[in-house]
């Protein structure tokens, strides 16, 4: 049974930082892209970053949101993917969700969240103004 698992998610001032972590079990980690998604009341769901650790440096892709200010990282030793969110905004207020996928290519397809196998419950991310 694959298990989907995020972490993190906190109450933070605009400016601040926040790494969210997702683990996953039950599965070949290295062999899925991962990304992360978020969803803000009333807002549909929006796919912040991916990663495919097999692709290197052009298996990474952001949103233009996300682009500047947050990272994504994968350590397939620790069944792990973390994003690394600096110089938040209020409007990055939100549940964070990880997802897995084949792969992140293209990016236009990785937006699409009905494209993922997997799914975490979500952290939630509040950003004070």
């Known amino acids: 049974q694959v298990q989907v698992v995020e972490s993190g998610g906190d109450l933070v001032q605009a400016g601040g930082s926040l790494r969210l972590s997702c683990t996953a079990s039950?599965?070949?980690?290295?062999?899925?892209?991962w990304g992360w998604f978020r969803q803000a009341p009333g807002k549909e769901r929006e796919g912040v970053a991916c990663v495919s650790w097999n692709f290197g440096t052009s298996g990474i892709f952001y949103s233009d949101s996300a682009k500047g200010r947050f990272t994504i990282s994968q350590d397939n030793a620790k069944n792990t993917v973390s994003l690394q969110m600096n110089s938040l905004k209020p409007e990055d207020t939100a549940i964070y969700y990880c997802a897995a996928r084949p792969e992140c290519a293209p990016w236009a397809i990785s937006l699409r969240s009905h494209t993922y196998n997997y799914w975490g419950q979500g952290t939630q991310v509040t950003v004070s103004s």
């Open positions: 039950g599965l070949t980690f290295a062999d899925y892209g």
